[in-house]
């Protein structure tokens, strides 16, 4: 089966603590994207990379990072500087350009405490 | 103010009556426009996509753009109990980097 995943489904962690969220796809895309979406706010932009190694910062990258060495993976951290970590994050892939269809995974629900 | 503005609802309808989604945008630029549907704690998955102006149809969704209004909408005809979901609208540029609504609940009443 094509498609993208993301693990975990859930994840918890502490406060001061950083954490990795995976996502790889087999759909053979060049564009991968990660997006946070919280309440009332629909999804918001945090990175994309349209070829390996090399990736973007959207509208809010600030306290994350992230890395792509390989095509199928482009995982995102959330390190301790995000002030507000909490939240539902989808990756996605696409064709390099027009990336207008957007392929999510089924999201990870991160919680900091 | 924000690129995108979507009213979040929530919305409830009858089953089998016409439902009309729309959003509303600032930025002139914008030509790819999209429409995802997306249940409760799964990721958003695409319906609808137009490029530039125009109306686009596929089963029971029409896809509506007008470049003029700074205006999209999506109508859902023959509404479903499965069309229960909140529904995206997503715009850009470039066909890169893309601008979301925050979402319209829907709630179909068999």
């Known amino acids: 089966d094509g498609g993208i995943t993301q693990s975990p489904k859930y994840l918890f962690r502490k406060e001061g603590q950083n954490v990795t969220l995976s996502c790889e796809q087999n759909?053979?895309?060049?564009?991968m994207y990660w997006y946070r979406q919280d309440p009332g706010q629909g999804l918001r932009l945090i990175y994309y990379s349209q070829i390996v190694n090399d990736f973007q910062k959207g509208d809010i990258a600030e306290g994350y990072s992230v890395s792509r060495e390989k095509k199928e993976s482009f995982p995102l951290t959330v390190t301790s500087a995000q002030k507000n970590p909490t939240a539902f994050y989808l990756c996605?892939?696409?064709?390099?350009?027009?990336?207008?269809?957007?392929?999510f995974g089924p999201g990870t629900r991160l919680t900091v405490t | 103010q924000k690129e995108v503005e979507q009213d979040p609802g929530p919305l409830s309808v009858p089953e089998g009556a016409i439902v009309s989604l729309n959003c509303t945008y600032s930025n002139s630029a914008f030509q790819y426009f999209m429409w995802y549907r997306q249940y409760s704690r799964k990721g958003p998955e695409l319906l609808m996509y137009?490029?530039?102006?125009g109306n686009k149809e596929d089963g029971r969704f029409t896809a509506q753009v007008d470049k003029s209004s700074k205006y999209i909408s999506l109508f859902i005809r023959d509404s479903q109990p499965s069309d229960s979901a909140t529904y995206l609208c997503?715009?850009?540029?470039?066909?890169?980097?893309?601008?979301f609504g925050t979402g319209t609940s829907l709630t179909v009443i068999p």
């Open positions: 996605a892939s696409s064709i390099r350009r027009p990336a207008y269809e957007q392929y």
């Open positions: 137009t490029y530039s102006s």
């Open positions: 997503a715009m850009s540029t470039t066909g890169n980097q893309f601008y």
């Open positions: 759909l053979n895309h060049d564009a």
